[in-house]
């Protein structure tokens, strides 16, 4: 078997490689014993260059073209064998054929949200996604100090250590750029190409060129997304006051048109329909919002407390003052209407009020 193998490798004179993958970085050629003979035949095509190596170290680079391997056209591979005056028999090296063409859409993306202060909202997180290109700039690196000796070195061996190149620099230029989360995506082709100038030099470093960089997407973390929904929702409705007040009146008139409960279920629904309308308007007004037509208008008093006057207060308020002491028969009070102070006790409908107010000890 091994004859065979031998007897083969001295017929075949041509040192060539067809690559029947997309994903091929480096191929190295396979020959018994690395033996090359003398007059072989080199063919580099389009999109490939070839790296020779002796005993671990990298002798001559041939660009795309056809060779004759004589001594004229391995100058340093020659120099290393030392080679002065020519040869004819077969000669040792290792031959790696690598891919130059450029390998596109390759994916990159956060792993973990990234950190930031954002100058509107504080500090926040952010995922990014895109995508990228590179190809092989210097094939002699790149055999030196990632593929090594593999007989078939991937691109998959290389864009994950390629990806935290990209992750590290996005960060730092993200931080540096200080541009707002809700202006990102108007400034996705400026972060890019300075996202791409902090990262070709450790690219370069491993004999890769980067020849695009894209940011497809910054998004946030769902919850504060939700959050600029509802934001977004409130500004597209506009005056709060006016859409309750619609939505209470259409609620009611849903109330008028139900038959269940009879007229009286009616007439009980719509009076506390007006009510709810003009507390919920009153309270989005600030309190100052007049009462819609048809309901109650409910009274409120200034009070006199520690000689100083207060409110106006509603029944509920008040209530709670004469629970504390604060609100007496004896305290003056006044309400729009009245032509003068006039103590509590004076005025009926403060009289249930004033019963959480127990009698002075005898």
């Not at 020959?31 to 003979?37: H, S």
């Not at 691109?155 to 730092?172: E, P, V």
């Not at 200034?302 to 000689?307: L, N, P, Q, S, T």
């Not at 509590?344 to 009020?353: D, G, H, N, Q, R």
Request: proline content about 7%; aromatic content about 10%.
């Amino acid at each position: 078997m091994d004859f065979w193998k031998k007897l083969k490798g001295e017929l075949i004179d041509i040192v060539e490689w067809l690559d029947d993958s997309r994903d091929t970085l480096v191929y190295r050629f396979e020959r018994l014993n690395n033996e090359i003979k003398y007059g072989a035949k080199l063919i580099v095509r389009e999109g490939q260059v070839a790296v020779f190596v002796d005993q671990g170290q990298i002798a001559d680079v041939f660009k795309p073209g056809f060779y004759t391997l004589e001594t004229k056209n391995l100058p340093l591979l020659s120099t290393l064998m030392g080679w002065k005056y020519g040869f004819e028999s077969p000669f040792k090296a290792e031959v790696y054929f690598v891919n130059t063409r450029q390998f596109t859409d390759c994916k990159w993306g956060t792993a973990n949200p990234i950190m930031l202060r954002d100058a509107e909202f504080g500090p926040m997180r952010l995922r990014a996604y895109g995508t990228y290109a590179f190809r092989v700039g210097d094939a002699a690196a790149l055999v030196k100090e990632v593929a090594g000796t593999s007989g078939r070195f991937t691109a998959d061996g290389i864009t994950d250590q390629l990806r935290n190149f990209i992750l590290t620099c996005f960060s730092d230029a993200l931080g540096e750029s200080k541009v707002p989360a809700l202006d990102l995506a108007s400034n996705y082709e400026e972060l890019s190409s300075l996202i791409a100038s902090k990262i070709k030099p450790p690219f370069a470093t491993y004999g890769i060129d980067l020849t695009a960089f894209l940011i497809e997407n910054v998004s946030l973390p769902p919850e504060v997304e939700a959050a600029l929904d509802k934001r977004t929702s409130m500004g597209v409705i506009g005056d709060m006051g006016k859409f309750t007040q619609f939505q209470t009146a259409t609620a009611i008139g849903d109330a008028a048109n139900n038959p269940a409960g009879g007229g009286m279920a009616q007439g009980m629904g719509i009076g506390a329909g007006f009510a709810m309308a003009n507390q919920m308007a009153g309270a989005i007004a600030g309190g100052n919002a007049p009462p819609l037509p048809g309901a109650p208008a409910t009274p409120k008093f200034f009070v006199a407390i520690d000689g100083k006057q207060a409110g106006p207060f509603d029944m509920a308020t008040l209530a709670q003052l004469s629970g504390t002491g604060k609100l007496t028969p004896q305290t003056l009070v006044w309400k729009q209407g009245m032509p003068a102070w006039a103590a509590a006790s004076e005025l009926p409908e403060l009289a249930e009020t004033l019963g959480h107010n127990p009698p002075p000890l005898p």
